[in-house]
């Protein structure tokens, strides 16, 4: 079950919603885990580094265009997603890796609202990053590559003005990096902005 931190309404279950609710929270924390364990077991059996096989399935396909973050009010722009991968979560990398952007300094803030200073910076003229603070930023959010997936929002404060970045994760239950056929379904557009 997705979870998103924010804008998120909270409703009083039923008992017989919560039943419910716990059993599918169980298929796929089952799902999760037998999933995670076969990427394991491929990437470490015999000792030997295998190919990484990427996540095709339609039931992933599925769950992901179920996946929606609303923006709150304050966002003017249509949010950016992004599955999480290694290099985004690699403590020698320490940056988020996105889209077309102007590089400068910037305040993230988390899922929970605290600001974080960062460095927009551009690579290549073509790929912006989030540096500078992006390694804390995972470490306090204990964010996970292939099963986070991040909504980021870029807007102007309204009172200083300045260009600031929100970021929301949302966990699925995803433990191998997504197929391009479900990047495109799912992302589609992401650079059109």
């Not at 924010?6 to 169980?26: H, S």
């Not at 200083?160 to 970045?165: F, G, M, Q, W």
């Not at 391009?180 to 557009?189: A, D, P, Q, T, Y």
């Amino acid at each position: 079950m997705a979870t998103s931190t924010i804008g998120a309404k909270r409703k009083r279950l039923t008992p017989e919603e919560e039943k419910k609710r716990q059993e599918q929270d169980e298929m796929v924390t089952a799902a999760f885990a037998l999933s995670h364990f076969m990427f394991l077991r491929d990437r470490i059996q015999d000792g030997k580094k295998r190919k990484i096989i990427k996540d095709d399935t339609e039931e992933t396909l599925d769950l992901l265009l179920r996946w929606t973050s609303d923006p709150p009010k304050i966002y003017r722009k249509r949010p950016r997603q992004k599955q999480l991968t290694k290099s985004d979560v690699k403590g020698d990398q320490n940056r988020l890796m996105l889209s077309k952007v102007q590089g400068t300094r910037v305040s993230v803030y988390g899922p929970d609202g605290k600001a974080h200073e960062m460095m927009f910076k551009m690579w290549n003229e073509k790929t912006p990053v989030l540096m500078s603070g992006w390694n804390t930023f995972v470490k306090v959010y204990k964010l996970s590559m292939y099963c986070d997936f991040l909504t980021v929002f870029m807007f102007r404060h309204k009172v200083t003005r300045e260009i600031c970045v929100a970021i929301d994760s949302t966990r699925h239950p995803v433990a191998r990096q997504l197929s391009e056929r479900i990047s495109k379904i799912v992302f589609k557009g992401e650079d059109k902005d």
